[in-house]
């Protein structure tokens, strides 16, 4: 009598061979971009060390910090840009150091995108927010121009090589300037990748922490412009015509870097105060945008004043759109009709007396 022939394990019949495993069609392109994130990480991390070594108060305590902030930003990825965009307004010391082209800040950008951008190198999958991401093909494209009209500029300026003497880089009239405004470019273009890789492996929670550096920053600015005034002119004194400059130090001559800052992320700001759900949030988030009101006053900025006006009917678009989906068409919370209340209450008296004594 014949035995049983064996099951076969899988491949054809009768030829008892195992199946090949799927393959994912993603998985090469998900393995050059886990190259492509190493590869920048490496990159980043050398030019940052190395930065490092020419601060003038010594390596070693840039040093330390690059590597907390570096094994921080690889213990929570999808905080990384949030970490910079808190830092990156109050992280300069170049009103002391004088170093006008490697200010610490690029050492913060540098630091951080290289623990992150190590920690997605070792992540594999597709990640829980692959899907929510759009193709960005023609993105990258356009940034790849921008990337190739700097390259072009600084090939003009430096060309042929200016002499490397004592005034080289000491100021904003150099040819080696150009390397100065790339590098922002490219620190820019750097930040794009981590957030991009961010969102792709942690959703809305990368999102939601991005949101929350923003805030934060504005905290940190507005702190300082506090600071600022309770030391040159006292906290009520809106007689003296003195403008706050807080923590940017690029604003020695002239310029609205302040301005500019508060009017990109207060609207970070008012939002999750609209959104805002519990009782510690609400009061945390509620004296950020105080702080803001007062930073934004002490601009004496016509400009910055307009905008405000503009960021804040925006915010009430927003919630009406928001009462839509939610069934209570054309009403406005409660809360959100006190924010904007009391927002307009410090701004627009402000904005009159500005625009009325401006000829």
């Known amino acids: 009598m014949n035995a049983p022939a064996a099951p076969s394990t899988g491949g054809r019949p009768g030829t008892g061979s195992a199946s090949p495993r799927a393959v994912d069609p993603g998985e090469p392109r998900r393995r050059a971009v886990r190259v492509f994130h190493l590869g920048l990480s490496l990159v980043a991390a050398t030019a940052t060390v190395a930065v490092c070594f020419l601060e003038p108060y010594g390596p070693t305590l840039p040093l330390a910090a690059c590597a907390l902030l570096a094994l921080l930003a690889f213990a929570v990825p999808d905080a990384a840009v949030g970490i910079v965009v808190a830092l990156l307004p109050v992280a300069d010391l170049t009103a002391w150091t004088g170093m006008l082209y490697l200010p610490e800040s690029d050492l913060v950008v540098g630091a ?23 193709r960005s093909g023609a993105l ?3 940034f790849g121009l921008v990337i190739a009209s700097y390259a072009m500029s600084c090939a003009r300026l430096l060309t042929p ?20 405004l790339v590098t922002s470019v490219l620190t820019g273009l750097a930040l794009v990748v981590v957030l991009r890789a961010s969102v792709m492996h942690h959703g809305e929670r990368a999102l939601a922490r991005f949101q929350a550096g923003v805030v934060t920053s504005v905290a940190f600015v507005c702190l300082v412009a506090l600071w600022e005034r309770l030391a040159f002119t006292g906290f009520s004194d809106f007689a003296t015509d003195y403008r706050t400059t807080s923590s940017f130090w690029e604003m020695h001559l002239g310029g609205a870097q302040f301005d500019g800052w508060l009017a990109m992320t207060i609207p970070f700001v008012l939002w999750s105060l609209v959104r805002q759900r519990t009782v510690a949030g609400g009061i945390a988030l509620g004296a950020v945008a105080l702080l803001a009101a007062y930073g934004v006053a002490t ?19 927003f919630a009406m759109r928001r009462g839509n989906r939610a069934g209570t068409a054309g009403t406005l919370e409660p809360k959100t009709v006190v924010i904007t209340l009391v927002l307009v209450a410090l701004i627009v008296p402000s904005a009159f007396s500005v625009f009325a004594g401006s000829g």
Do not use: K, Q
């Not at 003497?165 to 080696?176: E, Q, V």
């Not at 004496?300 to 925006?314: C, K």
């Open 112 to 134: 951080v995108v290289s623990g992150a951008l190590l920690r997605f190198a070792t992540l594999t999958g597709p990640g829980t927010g692959s899907a929510s991401l759009p």
């Open 140 to 142: 990258w494209l356009l």
């Open 161 to 180: 090589f200016p002499a490397l003497d004592f005034h080289a880089m000491s100021g904003y009239a150099s040819p080696f300037n150009c390397l100065r």
């Open 299 to 317: 601009t004496f900025s016509r400009g910055l004043y307009g905008a405000m006006l503009v960021e804040i009917a925006m915010l009430v678009v």
